[in-house]
């Protein structure tokens, strides 16, 4: 049950949101037992940002998972999401945060993880 936000400054277009969908999808696995089946991920483009005092392109993307990461899980999601951002975003690795957050209480359909 991932879930991932990317709040970022920057325009996203239709084609590149699939891009980002597709390959989030694929960095999910960094994490055991986490796949695209369950990712719910939201994107929120041309948000107001300011990061060390400057409007330059930024992101902050925070991935919410059920249970416990490594920190290998947690290093390679780092690395892809900065380096997917500034691949297809323009946004350097530099002006991306990725923030984590551990669930251990998640419900769907009626009924609780």
Not at 51 to 64: I, L, R, T, Y
Not at 73 to 101: H, N, Q, W
Request: glycine share 8%.
């Amino acid at each position: 049950m991932p879930y991932i936000t990317a709040k970022t400054n920057v325009a996203i277009s239709k084609e590149k949101e699939i891009v980002l969908k597709k390959a989030l999808g694929k960095a999910i696995e960094s994490f055991p037992r986490k796949s695209e089946t369950w990712l719910m991920i939201q994107f929120e483009d041309e948000s107001r940002m300011w990061f060390q005092g400057s409007d330059e392109p930024a992101a902050m993307v925070e991935v919410k998972i059920f249970g416990r990461g490594s920190e290998d899980s947690y290093a390679k999601m780092t690395k892809i999401v900065c380096e997917l951002f500034e691949k297809e975003l323009g946004i350097p690795g530099g002006r991306v945060y990725v923030r984590y957050d551990e669930c251990f209480l998640w419900g769907m359909d009626g009924k609780n993880f």
